[in-house]
Nanobody, 127 residues
Framework: EVRLVESGGGLVQAGGSLRLTCEASGFVFDDYALGWFRQAPGKEREEVACVSSAYGSAYVENSVRDRFRISIDNAKDTVHLEMGSLKPEDTGVYYC????????????????????WGQGTQVTVSL
């Protein structure tokens, strides 16, 4: 059974930090690109960051590039999203995804329902 389980979300004040973790199981982790996406209330899901061990590439969306970092632990089949200097506009549900897609200048190759997607973890940033 394929599973992607996100954790680490919560309520944080603006300027604070969170570290999200996605634990994967049920597929060959090293072969897949991993991504983080978020969806704010009333808005469409948007890409945040993605990484591919197979392609040796990573991408972080421009608006968060100086505050967020994606990292992958192939030994533990996990991918992290470290978020700093959080802003209220970072509020949303953050989803982890895995797919056999390239990662280059964007995470646009992740197209649900293709691939695997987690259930999401809520991040709320208050003023």
């Amino acid at each position: 059974e394929v599973r992607l389980v996100e954790s680490g979300g919560g309520l944080v004040q603006a300027g604070g930090s969170l570290r999200l973790t996605c634990e994967a199981s049920g597929f060959v982790f090293d072969d897949y690109a991993l991504g983080w996406f978020r969806q704010a209330p009333g808005k469409e899901r948007e890409e945040v960051a993605c990484v591919s061990s197979a392609y040796g590439s990573a991408y972080v969306e421009n608006s968060v590039r100086d505050r967020f970092r994606i990292s992958i632990d192939n030994a533990k089949d996990t991918v992290h999203l470290e978020m700093g200097s959080l802003k209220p506009e970072d509020t949303g549900v953050y989803y982890c995804a895995a797919d056999l897609v390239p990662v280059d200048s964007a995470c646009s190759a992740f197209i649900p329902p293709s691939g695997y997607w987690g259930q999401g973890t809520q991040v709320t940033v208050s003023l």
